[in-house]
């Protein structure tokens, strides 16, 4: 932000500041969802038929939600799938713009037999070669890693001179308790993303085990890279409870009846 002299016959300490106006590049987006058996975890909701809703169900129907919101603000956005075994390998290669294939791709992901580590390297090696050729289109690469594992902390061989793109999280994990480790899970997430980030990147986290948590976060991804503040200055989603009662406080004052003491 550039500060401008103010003009005119205001006083000489007064100042305007002006942003210049910039284009904001269309996204290439990569989701790496993590396919461990823990994403097989349920959810505290039931499908039809009170079929068990897993993590991974709620996360595909989160994706599409983003991907739908995305594609109205900008639909020359485009998407990549990826899964997170032991290693990240491709689900869908190609970015499309194609309601149809991000709906075929996500279903293409299932879940594999138990992982055990979680290596990120090949994920970030992925994400730099895409993001040179995203480059050169004038576009912009971001990784939208959804990860479910307690108690296995992600690994990574990464130089941290190459931020090449912006690496989003979401950590849907158990409560803590005596056989896993979430806060250390969390911990090394975030440094994975501080690591590589190009632009601020986000993390989030539930262990509630609630669909509406894990919307309500990947709605808050819908934010550009380029345009976002610090995640500690967020103050969004604004609370509706605090929202409602100060609209209703101001309504109580709008109808109070003065009585006048003449």
Same mark, same amino acid.
């Given at each position: 932000m550039?500060?401008?002299?103010g !003009? %005119?016959?205001g006083?000489p300490t007064a100042?305007?500041y002006?942003l !210049?106006p910039t284009r904001? /590049?269309? #996204?290439d987006i990569l989701?790496c969802?993590?396919?461990?058996? #823990?994403?097989l =975890? +349920?959810? @505290? =909701?039931a499908?039809?038929? %009170?079929? &068990?809703?897993t993590?991974?169900?709620s996360? *595909?129907?989160?994706i599409?939600l983003f991907?739908?919101a995305k594609l109205?603000i900008? &639909?020359d956005?485009?998407?990549?799938f ?6 990240a390998?491709?689900?869908? *290669? +190609? ?6 294939? $991000?709906v075929?791709?996500?279903r293409a992901?299932?879940?594999?037999s &138990?992982? %055990?580590?979680?290596?990120?390297? !090949? ?5 730099a070669h895409?993001?040179?050729k995203?480059?050169? !289109?004038?576009r912009i690469?971001r990784?939208?890693?959804?990860y ?10 990464w &130089?941290a001179t ?5 690496l989003? =999280?979401?950590y849907?994990h158990d ?5 896993n480790?979430?806060?250390k899970?969390?911990?090394?997430l975030? #440094? /994975?993303? +501080?690591?590589?980030?190009e632009y #601020?990147g ?5 262990g509630q085990?609630?669909?509406r $948590?894990?919307?309500?976060?990947m709605?808050?991804?819908?934010s ?5 503040c610090v995640?500690?200055?967020?103050d969004?989603p604004?609370?509706?409870t @605090?929202k409602?009662a100060?609209?209703d ?8 009846v003065?009585?006048s003491?003449q």
């Amino acid at each position: 932000m550039e500060g401008v002299e103010g !003009q %005119g016959s205001g006083p000489p300490t007064a100042s305007r500041y002006t942003l !210049q106006p910039t284009r904001l /590049a269309s #996204e290439d987006i990569l989701f790496c969802v993590d396919v461990d058996n #823990e994403s097989l =975890v +349920e959810m @505290k =909701v039931a499908a039809a038929g %009170g079929r &068990p809703y897993t993590r991974l169900d709620s996360i *595909k129907q989160a994706i599409l939600l983003f991907v739908n919101a995305k594609l109205t603000i900008n &639909p020359d956005h485009r998407f990549a799938f990826a899964a997170l075994g032991k290693s990240a390998s491709w689900v869908r *290669k +190609e970015f499309t713009s194609d309601i149809d294939s $991000v709906v075929s791709a996500c279903r293409a992901i299932a879940v594999d037999s &138990p992982c %055990g580590h979680a290596d990120l390297t !090949q994920l970030f090696r992925v994400a730099a070669h895409e993001a040179k050729k995203t480059r050169a !289109q004038n576009r912009i690469l971001r990784v939208v890693l959804l990860y479910c594992r307690s108690s296995i902390p992600p690994q990574h061989q990464w &130089p941290a001179t190459q931020k090449l793109f912006t690496l989003d =999280v979401v950590y849907l994990h158990d409560k803590p308790g005596p056989d896993n480790c979430p806060q250390k899970v969390y911990d090394g997430l975030v #440094e /994975a993303l +501080e690591h590589v980030s190009e632009y #601020e990147g986000y993390i989030f986290e539930s262990g509630q085990g609630l669909t509406r $948590v894990l919307f309500r976060h990947m709605c808050t991804l819908l934010s550009h890279p380029q345009q976002r503040c610090v995640q500690d200055d967020l103050d969004i989603p604004k609370s509706l409870t @605090k929202k409602s009662a100060t609209s209703d406080s101001a309504l109580t004052d709008e109808n109070a009846v003065v009585v006048s003491s003449q």
